[in-house]
């Protein structure tokens, strides 16, 4: 193990020893845990807006591979500390940096693939979503094995097609799977955005609950789930996962195919002409469908 990787053992297992907060200076930049016996409580406050970059996928990494590690952790449940922004979507500016932090887990530089790890895991993981979740944030959350979604707030795109790009880190898979073909095919070629009301229709998430709700009901079901045996829950998820969870080659190809084709010019075009109209700004990405669809062509 890596002299940082042991820092961080030790880390999680001192302040994890009871329920508290993790202090903020122990190499965590955009997570902050809470820990309630087996289930830790992930708060994700990377600001302006959650972007998903190197340092969201360190922190990531840290935390599954040490979680995985501590028999005692059963459930992760995790939220965001900013009610407009779940996980935004990736860093444009960023890819090939956040691509090698996956990497440093999986052994690939691919989200799609760290994304397949997490719903692979033994861990049992709920997303409890309130804020804008776009790109690979909506494939972040997909990957959890739970999703639960705060009805006044939660708003879910999969836009990737309106830069000419596939989504690279698992949504073909995953939205096919639980929407069927033609619903997967509205979501990721219209690249708009769809409230909570509508995404549980479509099976984007499991229920639409209202905010003042949504807390109590998420930390229930974790708190009871963490009372069952574990060999109940590894058996269960690799048995669902046998019937649902695609091939990891097909994670793979997508996010190859993604990682290719960002760099071309008429896609970096494209980024650049949504950057100078808010792209990845918090008060641009407010109205992020209504811009993206008067890009020019």
Known sequence: MSLRGEESRLCFQSLCAGPSD?????????LKIDRDGPVLFVKISGPPM?????????DLVTLLSTAEADDSIKVLVFKSADRDYFI??????????YREE?????GEASIAVLFRHLSNSRLVSIAQIEGRVRGAGSEFVL???MR???????????????FGLIPGGGAVQYLTRMMGRGRALEVMLGALDYDAD????YGWVNRALPAAELDAFVSFLA???AKFPSSGHTVVKNRVNDATLAPIEDFRHDSNLFGENVRRPEIQHRIGAAMARGFQSQDGELELARMLGTLDG
């Open 22 to 30: 993790w202090e903020p200076s122990m190499n965590f930049e955009t």
């Open 88 to 97: 935004s979507h990736v860093d444009v500016k960023q890819v090939k940096e």
């Open 143 to 145: 990957a959890c094995d």
């Open 223 to 225: 708190r009871r789930i």
């Open 102 to 106: 996956a990497e440093k887990l999986t």
């Open 198 to 201: 509508l995404a549980e229709r």
């Open 50 to 58: 959650n972007l998903l970059g190197p340092e969201m996928v360190r």
């Open 148 to 162: 639960f979604a705060a009805r006044e707030s939660a708003i879910f795109s999969q836009m990737e097609v309106a």
